[in-house]
């Protein structure tokens, strides 16, 4: 696998899954984390952000300021069908990429080599380059479908990582659940937060309820 550098960009990928809030924080996070990230919206995630965040954008030319307060200069950002962008190419080298949410369609075609797009197309040069993916679905019940969809990905090298989030951290807030599904994300692309308090006895509250 290529080796994940501390300096190198991320990509992140939105498509059209319910989770659009995921996104957002884990843009919001990577930023404040000091990473480049390179940011890619299909049309169906551009209509989830507008109906989940109320954040409407243009994927022409997009205001990003709309999705709170980022660090601009750190996003890049690249139309869906610009398969000329960097990362459309091996040769652009990057420290990961994160398509979060993951529509089933779009797991499906990264799982079965089908470049559609600038998102898939960049999933699928992470998985020849044996790169780090993520892919974070939102979707319940699972059908054989979609089932076999994530293993297709798995096996050709995909992490999927559904936004399933924990309550050992003992959550109070709807961010406190966001920031968890964040947190594992960023642990698997090797970088550090202190979004939630860990599993392990030593991380036990000192009182008892």
Do not use: Q
């Not at 998985?127 to 679905?137: D, G, N, T």
């Amino acid at each position: 696998m290529d080796e994940i550098g501390p300096d190198r960009p991320i990509v992140l990928g939105i498509t059209g899954a319910s989770g659009a809030r995921y996104a957002v924080r884990l843009l919001h996070v990577l930023c404040e984390a000091g990473r480049t990230v390179h940011l890619t919206i299909s049309e169906s995630g551009a209509w989830v952000l507008r109906e989940e965040v109320g954040v409407a954008l243009s994927l022409n030319r997009p205001d990003l300021r709309a999705l709170g307060p980022i660090d601009s200069g750190r996003v890049v950002y690249h139309h869906f069908s610009d398969f000329g962008a960097g990362i459309a190419s091996g040769s652009f080298r990057t420290g990961g990429m994160v398509i979060c949410p993951c529509s089933m369609s779009t797991l499906a075609a990264i799982g079965h080599g089908m470049t559609t797009n600038l998102i898939t197309r960049a999933a699928d040069v992470h998985l020849k380059e044996r790169r780090r993916l993520i892919l974070v679905p939102r979707e319940t019940p699972l059908s054989l479908v979609h089932l076999e969809s994530m293993l297709a990905a798995t096996r050709a090298g995909a992490i999927v990582l559904p936004a399933m989030p924990g309550w050992y951290h003992r959550p109070e807030t709807l961010e406190d659940l966001v920031d968890f599904v964040v947190a594992r994300i960023c642990d698997h692309l090797g970088v550090g937060t202190e979004l939630i308090r860990r599993w392990g006895r030593s991380d036990e509250p000192s009182g008892m309820d």
